[in-house]
């Protein structure tokens, strides 16, 4: 039985584009699901799919919108991808720099699925019922307008605040100077695995992206995919030199009997995902790489790509 019912979470769903109805949950609704991994799983793999197979679907991802002419449906698109890729750089690159640099202050985020906004999945029509949550019946309110109040900041409030803020940086500087932080706190080889285990959505993200790029020399009339080369490059190079600074991490690079395998396969299969997107970009691209306008430090990191 938990079979078949891990086999009806997993099956394959074609996500529109476009929304017909109100009640239809688009790719873009997908992509940015945070309270339901699987929904968000699904829908990248959905991208990485139909950037392949399906040229109905890339047709309208390079169609502008009617009145106006606007590239809306790439735009959402890439910069909901663009945002994931992001965070989940930033979020490694905070994390390896805390372990070789233990006295950074800096703040790690957390992982993905946190940071995105939370999405009904059951309000959508399109999409099978996949948690136990029912809809909250809305309730007969009386909507009141109420005049807004400016607020008053006594001396006693600023003061107040003050302390608080130092009290709190206070405890910082002692969580780091005694070790409290790595009793209590998050440590950063932990928030690194968190991110690995995300990294099929990553995977499936970034070849989507490359795919799409590819597509676009002969589908892409326009020129919507193109304006955003010099942006999907430099993500994919700070993606691959991220994982890349993982390698200085013995967590990461040896295989012993205290170490999660899982997360070597996920490290090496996302930094062999980036490098054969940035590859296939790089060879298609080639002829076309002068009228690009591509950071200078980009640029030289690509040169190999472009040799090969």
């Not at 790719?27 to 139909?50: E, K, R, S, T, Y």
């Not at 020129?223 to 993606?239: C, F, N, Q, R, Y």
Request: one cysteine or more.
């Amino acid at each position: 039985m938990r079979f078949f019912f891990e086999l009806f979470l997993t099956e394959p769903i074609d996500f529109p584009i476009l929304s017909i109805t109100n009640n239809d949950l688009t790719l873009l609704n997908g992509l940015a699901v945070g309270n339901m991994p699987i929904v968000q799983h699904l829908a990248c793999f959905d991208l990485f799919n139909f950037s392949r197979n399906s040229p109905e679907k890339r047709k309208v991802l390079f169609t502008l919108s009617q009145p106006g002419n606007h590239p809306h449906n790439w735009n959402n698109l890439i910069s909901n991808i663009l945002q994931i890729i992001t965070t989940f750089t930033e979020t490694i690159n905070l994390s390896v720099n805390a372990i070789l640099n233990p006295e950074s202050d800096k703040k790690i985020e957390a992982p993905l699925e946190s940071q995105q906004p939370v999405i009904q999945i059951y309000a959508y029509k399109n999409m099978r019922n996949l948690s136990v949550l029912k809809p909250e019946i809305p309730l007969n309110l009386i909507s009141v307008t109420q005049n807004k109040v400016i607020p008053f900041t006594s001396p006693v409030n600023v003061f107040m605040d003050t302390i608080i803020h130092k009290f709190k940086a206070l405890i910082t500087m002692l969580k780091a100077k005694f070790g409290i932080n790595y009793l209590f706190g998050r440590l950063p080889v932990k928030n690194i695995q968190c991110c690995l285990e995300d990294g099929q959505i990553i995977i499936w993200i970034i070849q989507g992206i490359s795919n799409l790029t590819i597509a676009s020399l002969n589908e892409d009339n326009y020129g919507i995919a193109h304006k955003d080369m010099p942006t999907i490059l430099s993500a994919l190079v700070e993606l691959k030199l991220s994982m890349e600074k993982l390698n200085r991490i013995p967590t990461f690079t040896k295989k012993t009997q205290i170490v999660d395998d899982f997360n070597i396969k996920m490290k090496t299969g996302i930094n062999s995902a980036v490098k054969r997107s940035l590859y296939n970009i790089c060879k298609h691209f080639r002829p076309y790489i002068n009228d690009i306008p591509i950071k200078k430090d980009v640029l030289q990191y690509l040169q190999p790509y472009f040799l090969e």
